[in-house]
Structures are given as structure tokens and as C-alpha cells.
């Protein structure tokens, strides 16, 4: 699958996206930076993120011919992208995982998160499955490649995360979490992550716990199932 068409045509040095041969992916990995690039300076890392994230997929069974590759940015500059340069490529972008088709997208790092989903703590909400911007796909976040160079323990974080994702990728379904039929919500941001699932389903029930049955009174609701 050539994928020259997904590119800024006008630069210089072009990072196109790496689809497996069949065109077509079970995971998407999106990284901010090109770690699976080759140019001037060697990539992100001087090639050493891409080696490394190669490494991790291969130490999780994970196949790389059923593993797509991009970057938000789709051509290298050595300083900083523009918001408009930027807006360009995610164009390009979008049009690559809509062809990829990916059953899940892994955001390596907080840019390639936010490029993703709404603005949320990668930090806080690692290893959780969400709606990606990208056609509703299951999207999990985990920290960058390159993040193993600065905290060598979080390799073993990075690879568990890898293999959940992998674990949910024969199927564009979401599932409710793992091992669990239920899952317990305490904020916000974890009543938005379930609302995600439970729009991909055809039915939904609601069941409200309260104190007793005088909800116009003294008796509190106590929480609400759906």
C-alpha cells in the first residue's frame, strides 16, 4: 500500500504513515514525533524510539503486519510545527486511518492523545479506553517510545498498555473493562469514558439506587446504573 498520497506534497522531507502490506490494521500506533521515519537526523530519538517501540510490540507477541504506524505531523522540521501546519497534516491523517481502518488507535504520549480525543490528563487516564475524534475507533492512551530513554521503568508500563490494546483489537466492539463486567465511576472524566461505551451499544437500561422511596423527602440517591 503506498502511502505518498498522505503527505504534505510541498516539503522537503516528508514522514509518510506505515500501513501493513494488506493496507489494512487491527492497531494504529500515533506517536507526535516520526519514530518510524527515516531521515536526516534518524528519527525521534536518532532512530532509537523506533527501535525501542519495535522491541515492546515484538516483546508483547503483537504481529507488526497488523500494526499501522503514523505521526501528526506527516513531515519533518527540526523546529516546531504551525497550528496551521499542523491542521494540514491531521488532514492527512484522518484520511489514513479512515483507509487503514484500524479496530483501535494506541496514543503514545500526551500530542498524539489530544490530537485524539477532547483535552484530558494522559497521566490520569492511561491505559483507559475512550471515542477516538477518529470515526468513534477505540482509542487507548500510554506514554511516548522515547519515554523509556528518561525513565527506564516505564517500559514495563508501556508494553502492559500495548498488550491491553492488543487484547481489544479483533474487534471495533468496546468492551466494558478487563476481566470485569461492571466498572465503577467517580468522575467526570470516567462517566464521559463509559458514556463512550455505552453509545456503541443498541440498548441501555437505567436503574437508580436510592435510601428508600421518598426522593422528594429525606431519602438520597445512593447511585445510578445504566
Keep these: 500500500m503506498s502511502t505518498a498520497k498522505y503527505v504534505c506534497s510541498d516539503r522537503r522531507i516528508t514522514v509518510p504513515?506505515?500501513?501493513?502490506?494488506?493496507?489494512?490494521?487491527?492497531?494504529?500506533?500515533?506517536t507526535k514525533g516520526p519514530t518510524h521515519g527515516e531521515h536526516g537526523d534518524g528519527g525521534m530519538n536518532r532512530g532509537g524510539a523506533k527501535r525501542k517501540l519495535v522491541s515492546m510490540l515484538t516483546r508483547c507477541d503483537i504481529p507488526l503486519n497488523e500494526v499501522a504506524f503514523a505521526n501528526l505531523s506527516c513531515w519533518y522540521n527540526k523546529g516546531e510545527h504551525t497550528a496551521?501546519?499542523?491542521?494540514?497534516?491531521?488532514?492527512?491523517?484522518?484520511?489514513?486511518?479512515?483507509?487503514?481502518?484500524?479496530?483501535?488507535?494506541?496514543?503514545?504520549?500526551t500530542e498524539a492523545f489530544e490530537a485524539a480525543h477532547s483535552p484530558l490528563s494522559m497521566y490520569l487516564h492511561r491505559a483507559d479506553l475512550f471515542k477516538s475524534r477518529f470515526g468513534g475507533r477505540k482509542l487507548l492512551a500510554t506514554f511516548s517510545p522515547g519515554m523509556v530513554f528518561r525513565e527506564w521503568d516505564k517500559q514495563k508500563e508501556i508494553e502492559g498498555d500495548l498488550a491491553k490494546a492488543w487484547s481489544t483489537a479483533d474487534t471495533p466492539d468496546f468492551p466494558l473493562t478487563m476481566r470485569k463486567d461492571?466498572?465503577?465511576?467517580?468522575?467526570?472524566?470516567?462517566?464521559?469514558?463509559?458514556l463512550d461505551y455505552l453509545s456503541t451499544r443498541p440498548i441501555s437500561s437505567v436503574d437508580i439506587e436510592t435510601e428508600g422511596f421518598d426522593l422528594f423527602g429525606q431519602d438520597e440517591i445512593l447511585c445510578v446504573q445504566i
Excluded at 84 to 109: K, Q, S, W, Y
Design 84 to 109: 496551521e501546519e499542523l491542521r494540514e497534516c491531521r488532514t492527512h491523517l484522518a484520511e489514513f486511518i479512515e483507509d487503514v481502518d484500524p479496530n483501535i488507535i494506541v496514543a503514545m504520549g
Design 182 to 194: 461492571y466498572f465503577v465511576c467517580t468522575t467526570h472524566e470516567q462517566v464521559q469514558a463509559a
Design 17 to 30: 504513515p506505515l500501513a501493513p502490506p494488506s493496507g489494512k490494521a487491527k492497531m494504529l500506533i500515533l
